[in-house]
């Protein structure tokens, strides 16, 4: 069984930073693409950041790059997405996920393209 654990999340005011993280149990992370989606109240989950099985490439939505950074420890079987320069709109539940199958380069953004998810760590954002 897989377990996907985030935490990290908090209140932030804007313009601050938070590092959330996110360890796997179950499941040995080295050989699997991850990613961070987020979904704020109200809409649908949607991608942020995403990593390759490797630590390379990275890929960024649009609305986060340049402020995000996804990056993992293959030792201790995390990943990190640290946030900068928040905006009240980056105010979401965000949730880390696994590729379905090792060793992709492959940039996914789609829900369906990742299998495992955690429960979720709230970032609110305040103006």
């Known amino acids: 069984q897989v377990q996907l654990v985030e935490s990290g999340g908090g209140l932030v005011q804007a313009g601050g930073s938070l590092r959330l993280s996110c360890v796997a149990s179950?499941?040995?992370?080295?050989?699997?693409?991850m990613g961070w989606f987020r979904q704020a109240p109200g809409k649908e989950r949607e991608f942020v950041a995403r990593?390759?099985?490797?630590?390379?490439?990275?890929y960024y939505a649009d609305s986060v790059k340049g402020r995000f950074t996804i990056s993992r420890d293959n030792a201790k079987n995390t990943v990190y997405l640290q946030m900068n320069s928040l905006k009240p709109e980056d105010t979401a539940v965000y949730y880390c996920?696994?590729?379905?199958?090792?060793?992709?380069?492959?940039?996914?953004?789609?829900?369906?393209?990742?299998?495992?998810w955690g429960q979720g760590t709230q970032v609110t954002v305040s103006s």
């Open positions: 179950g499941r040995t992370l080295r050989s699997y693409g």
């Open positions: 996920t696994t590729d379905r199958r090792p060793y992709l380069f492959t940039v996914l953004t789609g829900l369906d393209d990742y299998d495992y």
């Open positions: 990593i390759s099985w490797s630590g390379s490439p990275t």
